[in-house]
């Protein structure tokens, strides 16, 4: 890895002779511009510093805390920014559990929790927005882990009302309706009455949650 690449937050791997010390891979917890040096964290607790030696004099030699030895892990995917935690929190997700790309420029955002993947992509007439973009992928992210246990738009289901009881619904959510894809989006739709039961808690402290961040945002 080189210098310039390097980001706090990104999770890398590491081989050559300190491999024995992050045999689980490392975060990039700080970044120090004066000698071209980055700080490395393992999974155990393991502090190391490496060094990007082109980026010095010629004469500098290679030693055993060579930023060469550091490579990205999972194709660029990072962990998610600690601005974004809150978001993915409203929307039910474990944000130490999912992890990002962020491809400034093509315009897209990725996200991703296991082998589950999603993205958002900047329209052309549309301006370039990080905080929009990594709420709509996180939210297509959300739909698609749920989508085993959710019935489709438009098909027969269950889902929780704020004073805890379950309702049912011929009709399905619509997908047209704000409040139904929020919920959608949320998790709060059951194929049968015991999984919405089940789920009830979970649902009403998503969607005070919700009801919490708009507030704060005077909306």
Same mark, same amino acid.
């Given at each position: 890895m080189k210098f310039e690449d390097a980001k706090v937050g990104m999770e890398v791997v590491v081989t050559g002779e300190q491999a024995d010390h992050f045999p689980e891979g490392a975060v990039i917890v700080d970044i120090d511009k004066n000698d071209f040096s980055v700080r490395l964290k393992g999974a155990y607790g393991e502090h190391l510093w490496f060094w990007d030696i082109n980026s010095r004099k010629h004469?500098? /030699?290679?030693?055993?805390f060579d930023m060469s030895d550091i490579h990205l892990k999972d194709c660029d995917f990072r962990k998610l920014p600690p601005t974004t935690h809150l978001l993915a929190e409203y929307l039910g997700l474990d944000p130490e559990k999912v992890k990002c790309y962020v491809d400034k420029e093509n315009y897209t955002i990725k996200v991703k929790q296991g082998d589950v993947e999603a993205k958002?992509?900047?329209?052309p007439q549309d301006k370039w927005d990080f905080r929009l973009g990594m709420g709509l992928a996180l939210c297509r992210l959300k739909e698609k882990l749920a989508e085993p246990r959710k019935p489709a738009f438009k098909e /027969?289901?269950?889902y929780v009302l704020k004073d805890g009881f379950v309702n049912f619904t011929t009709m399905g959510l619509l997908e047209d309706f704000i409040q139904d894809s929020v919920m959608y989006a949320m998790g709060n739709v059951f194929k049968t009455q015991k999984e919405a039961e089940d789920n009830t808690e979970e649902m009403l402290k998503r969607a005070n949650m919700v009801i919490e961040f708009c507030k704060k945002q005077g909306w």
């Open positions: 004469e500098s /030699p290679r030693n055993v958002a992509k900047k329209t /027969p289901c269950h």
